[in-house]
């Protein structure tokens, strides 16, 4: 080619480039004159929403259904539920604690409602569904009660469901309940520092009184087809028991206690047994996603399983087991402040009471004296919170309800002693004859004198070391319909995943939970209006009818499945008949 026809061409590429210059820049140009204002607004808007979405409430996690919001969860819902998706389906609940307590006095008997977190979610449910709840008869009066098959109707007065009572020897409750349960699974759940003991003799004794559960299910059962609530860690055995005996049953076992992680669940001698025992459920349920997945690890660990991570599932020895969360909630509207005056009438009354000058605020704290519980871990932030603030000394009561628990055993003896010791020195170091800053009172209290001090208290602290809930949080929540009122909860209960407004801490810092204890003293009742709104409103629309609600409408998409499986010819598989996609967990509301 000439020297002419090369410069031609050199002529004609750089031309090509300046116009495709100039259309990038115009193009550029017209996006920033005609975009800028909403790309803007769209970058903060998502900023903002991937905020919000780090703090999700754990009841919104899992797939559960965001229109399941809409819908008022209420005792009618339930049986409704029940009617339209599970016809003519018993409703068999098993709990160690039992709801009503006959015990022997001077002039008769006397009915006790234990302060239970179990019992007062459990008990609006089981007369929801007009079922049966199996439970431990401990009364001194409870055989007296019951008819000759061991029943008694309840509620007194008012019946709409039947207690079934199960007798236990000394030794079969000494080594279950106080041995295996509390002194090996208990301490081995919960980060608390406190070790474990494991005995054969312990283990035999759990395995006992599991089967003897197991025998009153089948008793009680009026098909092969109940729905079977079993609670807690008293009978982690219990489910595998019913699957042998009742393979048709939808067995759903609700762990109320945290799951460790899978090193510290190696501890226990029985991990294999406990796991397969759990995993004869259909469903098992957590309260919070974190615990699920320990449990999860736990099993992909010590068992030959195949874990369904997209459909939270595991497949285990040829059937498929739902793990999920269900966060644990109360009753609502609480059916106690119906029985109590206005916020003020209960606030003169608790004061005049503890005497308490009007000018002195009132911390309170409400559980079982139990070494999870952080109770002296609060009396530590009291005394840094005189030492840091002097000027508060005088000014402010803690008012510590603790439930005598488990007294027989070391470890809670120990922790009386070394409450009641603490309690002495705070009171000796800046207490007067007039003020006393610690007022600890042992002894039990019936759920509305509970609800009476949650009305009367300026701040409500929830310092649990490690806690699977807490259903005290939501119970000051919902007792305070004045919106006012401070709730200090610790990071390590399962409740701050959802009380998001609270004033969040970690109990083991006792520098930073006194400055939080300060910021409670010292909110402005707008502020407080402010935290208190969202967390009513969230454990408003987060009921114990919503929680049960949730785990009956999967129990009756397992039973569909497992009925649609059959007529087809396909009821050989029943791992994949078991198997509720995350998809169609989202999809489905309540109509």
């Not at 996690?61 to 008022?72: M, P």
């Not at 474990?196 to 009680?220: G, M």
């Not at 997945?293 to 660990?301: K, L, M």
């Not at 039973?559 to 509720?580: A, F, Q, W, Y």
């Amino acid at each position: 080619m000439s020297d002419y026809g090369l410069e031609v061409l050199w002529l004609l590429i750089l031309a090509s480039l300046g116009l495709s210059v100039v259309a990038v820049v115009f193009s550029i140009l017209h996006q920033r004159h005609s975009q800028t204002p909403a790309v803007a607004y769209t970058a903060g808007k998502d900023v903002a929403s991937d905020a919000a979405r780090k703090v999700l409430r754990e009841f919104e996690k899992n797939g559960h259904s965001a229109d399941a919001a809409l819908v008022t969860w209420s005792p009618d819902t339930l049986r409704k539920i029940l009617a339209d998706e599970l016809p003519e389906t018993q409703v068999i609940v098993v709990s160690n604690r039992e709801p009503y307590i006959h015990n022997t006095r001077d002039d008769g008997v006397e009915l006790l409602v234990p302060a239970s977190g179990l019992v007062s979610a459990l008990e609006p449910i089981t007369r929801a569904c007009a079922g049966t709840w199996i439970a431990y008869g401990g009364g001194s009066a409870d055989r007296l009660t019951v008819d000759k098959n061991d029943r008694v109707e309840v509620p007194p007065g008012k019946p709409s469901y039947t207690l079934r009572r199960v007798w236990l020897t000394e030794e079969e409750y000494q080594g279950y309940y106080l041995g295996f349960a509390n002194e090996g699974l208990w301490p081995l759940c919960h980060i608390a520092f406190t070790r474990p003991i494991f005995r054969a003799l312990d283990w035999e004794a759990y395995e006992s009184v599991n089967r003897k559960f197991a025998d009153t299910v089948v008793a009680e059962a009026r098909n092969e087809r109940p729905i079977v609530l079993v609670q807690d860690y008293h009978f982690a055995l219990l489910p595998r028991m019913i699957r042998e005996r009742m393979p048709e049953a939808i067995v759903i076992t609700f762990w109320h206690i945290p799951w460790p992680n899978s090193e510290v669940y190696s501890i226990c001698p029985w991990r294999e047994r406990i796991l397969d025992g759990l995993l004869g459920s259909s469903i098992i349920g957590f309260h919070t996603q974190f615990h699920a997945n320990n449990f999860a690890e736990s099993v992909d660990r010590f068992l030959e399983s195949r874990i369904e991570r997209a459909d939270a599932a595991i497949s285990y020895g040829g059937r498929t087991t739902l793990v999920h969360a269900y966060p644990i909630s109360i009753e609502w509207p609480a059916e106690l402040l119906a029985k109590l005056p206005d916020v003020g009438e209960c606030r003169a009354r608790v004061r005049e009471r503890i005497g308490l000058k009007a000018d002195v605020k009132l911390c309170v704290g409400v559980e079982r004296l139990d070494y999870t519980k952080g109770i002296l871990d609060r009396f530590q932030v009291l005394e840094e919170l005189f030492t840091r603030h002097p000027e508060w000394i005088g000014k402010l009561v803690l008012l510590q309800i603790a439930a005598p628990s488990r007294g027989t055993l070391p470890a809670y003896k120990q922790l009386h002693d070394e409450c009641r010791r603490y309690v002495d020195e705070i009171n000796q170091r800046y207490g007067s004859e007039n003020y006393s800053p610690v007022l600890m009172v042992d002894k039990h209290h019936a759920q509305v004198q509970v609800y009476e001090i949650y009305r009367a208290a300026d701040i409500c602290m929830v310092t649990s070391l490690h806690d699977g809930m807490n259903l005290v949080a939501k119970e000051f929540v919902a007792a305070r319909d004045d919106e006012q009122g401070v709730l200090l909860l610790s990071t390590f209960a399962g409740a701050s995943r959802e009380l998001l407004e609270a004033l969040i801490v970690n109990p083991y810092d006792t520098a930073m939970t006194s400055e939080a204890l300060l910021q409670a003293l010292t909110m402005t009742p707008d502020e407080q209006r402010e935290r208190m709104r969202p967390m009513r409103e969230m454990v408003r629309n987060n009921n114990v009818y919503r929680w049960a609600g949730s785990m009956l409408l999967d129990a009756a998409r397992l039973r569909k499945r497992g009925d649609l499986g059959r007529v087809t010819g396909n009821g050989e598989r029943p791992s994949n008949n078991n198997v509720i996609s995350m998809f169609e967990r989202t999809r489905k509301a309540v109509s």
